[in-house]
């Protein structure tokens, strides 16, 4: 036994050939010549982007397995042990094990340059599962698949089998797979109450597919891993948010009812607000995301790239948007990193230097669907001042009181930047330069706390600086991976990473390949969405393919009933919201976070507990009117119905305005939720 301080969270026991590491009582290594746990290489990778979308392949040229290991020294709580791979040459890695208060830390050093690659493997147990690396849309537990971590867009379909996904693939590249996403994050956390952050920026692959160990590659030598534990997941989460940071609040007018997303000009907007409010429907907000002008394209309807108001769209928006704000109607736009090539902003960025630059010192244009942009620079603090300022001129003091803040994951690889950076390692970085951008110009405007903005792309690091999530662009379908069901699991692997605060376009976004939006589907996302802490709707990017909100008088007192249910959670909501900010708990939590005994409840990704006592099962399929639910062992009364459920497999009817929603019978907010069953 290596001989540790008195305070020791861990222990390093010599073992013949090689090392066992334990974290407390929990074995995270066990290294023999024949069965090591660290590999390093050399590859060439060739990356080529398409409009959002990334092919990725590797040549590798050499991985070696290092075999040999020789504890060389040990202080307090520090221990150092080298890697090489044959017993009488220098080492090729040394590996330094820590304590980082009560965390553990793995520390790289001593490599060659020629070194790109790394393997390092973590013991698993039978029947563990995993969660998180970022917002994955397909699989809550991750186990049983490898994961690519890399920011992107994160396809259409989603899955290689679907037709959908093939026409993707076909006619755009685009067609994505089950671990494309907008956000990824390098970070696990273990059935077994630990995490697992490897503190990177690089293109990673995180592979939990073996029944022994899972093997974490980076194409980089890692700054450091980090591991921490906890008792509860509750208290592992409040860790795992002490380390990257907490969401703030949202601002109170949030739940003053949904976001409307309208486009098409002033009238266009009165109109829809005025046929709404006629109807009942609970407004908090209009977001209109062609606030600054709009392009069509084959893809369909897009957006003029040039962060202004467009008066010719919107006319009279300068005092619309106040008189609007007096009713208790908010005014919500749009805003991304990029500047098209035909607006002022390019012009302005391209003469002073704020743009990045291609191989020839000429600014880099990116290809974003028929249309060309510059890159604002992140690494030039210029530039990010001139952007902040842009924020807060063009929309903070124009009136808006929110706006998407979209893309952050098309920074191209072989972009030349101001820093000197390498675009590879800065690619996973650029969600989070965005997120600081957008948070810094809030903050110097003196607005925190009464400006909310939404991004969809993520890593590590963006929970300090994005107040709420989005889901991304999924199809407007009912497909599991790319449809309603899929919000679901990026809540709550998202949540599970320390993004709290999540949400989706009601009735989803792409419009492509013959997908076009139901009725029916509209219905049954906008009862989804009275259970997150935003609801907030999107036209879509074919709105003339899509049922809109208001395309008759049934959806209408339909959305006006969930409205009504959103506002009167209100109490509710806030509390949890407020939990997120305080303590890092999410709002939408997996079953197994509050039963931890429960079994089934780790493998149940469909459902959801929306806080401590309510627990939502979406109907995400077409044409069905009775819903299978897991309950937890709880008394659980049928929000809808009264009837009591002592937990276990249930079927309940659940006809279109009455989702499977379920509340615990001991809640302190019971009589709240018997309000919601008579709206």
């Known amino acids: 036994m290596i001989n540790q301080t008195e305070k020791k969270i861990f222990s390093v026991n010599e073992i013949d050939g090689g090392f066992e590491l334990l974290f407390g009582n929990l074995k995270l290594m066990k290294h023999t010549k024949t069965s090591p746990v660290v590999f390093i290489g050399k590859g060439e990778e060739n990356i080529e982007m398409y409009r959002g979308n990334f092919k990725i392949e590797d040549y590798l040229i050499e991985r070696i397995a290092l075999r040999y290991t020789k504890i060389e020294s040990v202080n307090d709580n520090k221990v150092t042990i080298a890697f090489s791979n044959h017993s009488n040459t220098e080492a090729a890695i040394i590996l330094t094990i820590k304590q980082d208060r009560e965390r553990l830390k793995i520390e ?13 493997r973590i013991n698993s147990y039978q029947n563990e599962k995993v969660y998180g690396c970022g917002e994955q849309l397909s699989y809550f537990n991750l186990r049983g698949k490898h994961f690519p971590l890399w920011t992107s867009e994160p396809g259409v379909g989603r899955n290689k089998n679907t037709y959908t996904t093939w026409q993707a693939d076909v006619k755009d ?24 952050h490897v503190e990177t920026t690089a293109y990673a692959d995180f592979d939990f597919s073996h029944e022994d160990f899972h093997e974490l590659q980076v194409w980089n030598i890692p700054q450091f891993i980090l591991f921490d534990k906890a008792e509860t997941f509750i208290d592992l989460v409040k860790k795992i948010s002490d380390l990257f940071g907490r969401q703030p609040e949202l601002p109170d ?3 003053n009812g949904i976001w409307l997303g309208i486009q098409g000009g002033t009238s266009v907007v009165e109109e829809k607000l005025s046929r709404a409010l006629d109807k009942g429907i609970k407004v908090g907000g209009v977001w209109c995301q062609d606030w600054q002008g709009i392009r069509n394209t084959s893809f369909g309807k897009r957006l003029m790239w040039d962060w202004k108001w ?9 005092t619309k948007i106040w008189d609007w704000k007096k009713q208790g109607i908010r005014f919500l736009g749009y805003i991304n990193p990029y500047v098209a090539v035909d607006g002022d902003l390019y012009k302005t960025a391209s003469q002073k230097g704020y743009l990045a630059k291609n191989h020839k ?4 244009l990116v290809d974003f669907g028929e249309f060309d942009c510059g890159v604002v620079d992140f690494t030039n603090p210029e530039a990010c001042k001139w952007y902040r300022q842009v924020i807060k001129e063009n929309l903070i003091d124009f009136g808006l009181d929110g706006w998407m803040a979209d893309f952050g994951e098309y920074l191209p690889t072989d972009v030349e930047l101001a820093s000197a950076e390498s675009a590879k390692l800065m690619h996973n970085a650029w969600p989070v330069l965005w997120a600081k951008i957008n948070d810094e110009a809030v903050r110097e405007a003196g607005r925190s706390g009464d400006i909310v903005y939404f991004m969809r792309a993520g890593y590590t690091g963006t929970q300090n600086y994005c107040p709420l999530l989005w889901a991304g662009d999924q199809s407007v379908n009912w497909s599991l991976d790319d449809g309603l069901a899929s919000v679901i699991p990026a809540a709550l692997s998202s949540g599970m990473c320390g993004n709290g605060l999540h949400h989706s376009d009601i009735g989803g976004y792409t419009s492509l390949h013959g997908n076009k939006r139901t009725k029916e589907l509209f219905m049954r996302w906008a009862e989804m969405g009275a259970f997150t802490p935003v609801m907030r709707t999107h036209e879509g990017n074919r709105p003339y393919d899509c049922f809109q909100f208001d395309d ?3 959806s209408l007192e339909h959305l006006a009933r969930m ?5 009167k959670l209100k109490p509710y909501i806030k509390t949890l919201v407020k939990a997120n900010a305080d303590e890092g708990i999410p709002v939408q939590r997996p079953l197994f976070m509050h039963y931890e005994n429960d079994e089934k409840a780790y493998n149940i990704q469909y459902e959801y507990l929306f806080g401590r006592d309510l627990l939502v099962a979406p109907v995400y399929k077409s044409s069905v009117t009775e819903w299978e639910v897991y309950l937890p062992n709880d008394q659980w009364i049928h929000i809808w119905t009264g009837k009591e459920y002592m937990g276990g497999d249930v079927k309940v009817n659940a006809p279109i305005g009455c989702p499977a929603v379920f509340y615990r019978k001991n809640s302190p907010y019971a009589d709240l939720f018997q309000m919601i069953s008579k709206i």
């Open 552 to 554: 008759d008088d049934e």
């Open 563 to 567: 409205t009504n249910i959103y506002v």
């Open 173 to 196: 590249k685009a067609g994505g797979d089950y671990y494309n996403t907008n956000y990824p994050q390098p970070t696990y956390i273990s059935s077994d109450k630990y995490f697992c």
């Open 361 to 364: 010192g000429e600014d880099y």
């Open 310 to 318: 467009n008066p010719e769209i919107y006319p009279e928006l300068d």
């Open 108 to 120: 790289f050093n001593n490599v060659s340059d020629d070194v790109n690659r790394l393997w390092i």
């Open 253 to 255: 007018w949030t739940y």
